[in-house]
């Protein structure tokens, strides 16, 4: 996809609170979800939240599922995680 995530490891970014979901072919990531989780502020109360971010399949497999093939096994981890 032709993204370097080092930098971003390197200044810490990359923590606990950021998961990765990809699908791999043949040591390719061939579809990737990312999702942070993050507290937000509103109305002055602390609230757990996600971003998603980072969604993109390879060119060549578009409108195969994949990324909703992801996105199923997200929201199933989140729902067994137990996750606000």
């Known amino acids: 996809f032709g993204i370097d ?3 971003w490891y390197r200044a810490g970014e990359w923590t606990e609170r950021y998961r ?3 699908l791999t072919s043949y040591r390719n990531i061939i579809s990737n979800v990312g999702m942070s ?3 937000l502020m509103t109305d002055g109360t602390a609230r757990e939240a996600y ?3 980072t969604v993109m399949t390879d060119e060549d497999r578009q409108g195969l599922g994949l ?3 992801i996105f199923k ?11 606000p």
Do not use: E, N, P
């Not at 096994?73 to 996750?83: E, T």
């Open 5 to 7: 995530f080092r930098a």
């Open 20 to 22: 990765c979901y990809s």
């Open 37 to 39: 989780r993050m507290t």
């Open 51 to 53: 971003q998603i971010g």
């Open 67 to 69: 990324a909703t093939r």
């Open 73 to 83: 096994h997200v929201f199933k981890q989140h729902d067994a995680d137990g996750l």
